[in-house]
Every structure is written in structure tokens, then in C-alpha cells.
């Protein structure tokens, strides 16, 4: 199952409800947006985060302002407040209900609901996510002529850097293939015994 850890925010040791007064700015358009999505998005690792139903996607939680704190575990990067999903292992460990992979739209709405509402009460993130239309779109070109541009920059780098590399003869690339593919060696001797 799925609860909802409230824990206070850094600093809010006294009750106080710092995130009603401080007003954090969330940031879902343009390239600042994009690059705070995608700094959430990197926290959910394999290893942390997997086997979730699509509506708790990495995409969608961090859409939503939540990052991935440890294994199974999102907190929203404005409010702090935490969302705990046991593992199936942990529930079987507990004796509870699994979290099913296949999700019906009554589970599924009620996840949604969860992590739209899993956020302290005035933090932003409640009632706002990023766009997906503005997903993966950051940085990219938007004319033609940019595009070209950026293609140009970005080949010239690259052949700066090529510069820099020894030139490696094909001999040198045969031994290492040898070496690393032994296979490719008995190939070799049987096409040119052939």
C-alpha cells in the first residue's frame, strides 16, 4: 500500500509553516524549468525506484515536484513532505496488501490523488505539475536556422576534440581486436586460408 509520511522541512523545527510564508518559487516553463525537472527526474535510480505503476513513473512523480530519496521513497523538493510506497517485498514481509502492477482506474486515480495531495497544504506543487509538451524540449532548437546553428557549434567541438587523439593504426586495431575477441582471430586465419 501507499502512505504519506508528513515530515517537517528543514529548519521548520517549531510547527511554524515556513512554506506558507517564504512563497518558494516553482519553476515548470523555460530552461531553468527543464533543468530542475530533469535534476528530479536523475534521483530516480533502478535501484531506488522500480516496478511502479505507470502513474507513478519517475516522469510523473517528478512532474509533480517529488524526487527519490532513498528506495521507495519521494519527497517533494519545495515542502519536504515524503511519500513511503512498500515494496512488494516489504509487504509480503508485513503481511499486506501488494501494490499491483496492473492498476484499474479506481487504484489509479486514487495514486494520482495521493501524490497530488501528498504535498504540505499551501506548497505549490498540489495544484500544479510540469507540462509534458515541455518535456525533453529544453534546449532544442526552435527555428531551422538555430537548429543548423547548433549542429555547427557542436561538429566543431567535436573535431577539436578528435584533433586531440593519436592516430591509431589499423595493425594496433587488429591486435587489440585478437586480443579481446579470439574468435575473430580463427575467422581471420580460416578466410585467409581460404
Not at 519517475?58 to 523538493?77: D, H, K, M, T
Not at 482506474?105 to 490523488?113: F, I, R
Not at 587523439?165 to 580460416?190: E, G, M, N, S
Amino acid at each position: 500500500e501507499m502512505e504519506v509520511e508528513n515530515r517537517p522541512i528543514v529548519g521548520q523545527q517549531d510547527g511554524s509553516d515556513d512554506v506558507c510564508t517564504k512563497a518558494p518559487t516553482v519553476r515548470l516553463f523555460g530552461e531553468a524549468g527543464t533543468r530542475d525537472h530533469l535534476t528530479r527526474l536523475r534521483t530516480y535510480l533502478g535501484s531506488r525506484w522500480s516496478k511502479k505503476p505507470p502513474v507513478l513513473s519517475p516522469v510523473e512523480c517528478s512532474r509533480r515536484g517529488y524526487e527519490c530519496v532513498a528506495v521507495n521513497r519521494i519527497r517533494c523538493v519545495t515542502c519536504g513532505h515524503e511519500i513511503h510506497i512498500r515494496s512488494q517485498e516489504e509487504a509480503v514481509l508485513l503481511g499486506e496488501g501488494l501494490l499491483p502492477q496492473t492498476v484499474d482506474l479506481t487504484v489509479s486515480a486514487h495514486l494520482v490523488h495521493l501524490l497530488e495531495r501528498g504535498h504540505h497544504w499551501c506548497c505549490p506543487w498540489r495544484d500544479m505539475k510540469v507540462p509534458l509538451a515541455t518535456i525533453g524540449t529544453g534546449g532544442l532548437a526552435t527555428t531551422a536556422e538555430q537548429l543548423f546553428q547548433d549542429f555547427t557549434q557542436r561538429r566543431a567541438a567535436l573535431d577539436g576534440a578528435l584533433a586531440r587523439f593519436p592516430i591509431v593504426h589499423q595493425q594496433c586495431i587488429d591486435a587489440l581486436q585478437d586480443l579481446t575477441h579470439p574468435h575473430t582471430r580463427k575467422r581471420k586465419r580460416a578466410e585467409e586460408d581460404a
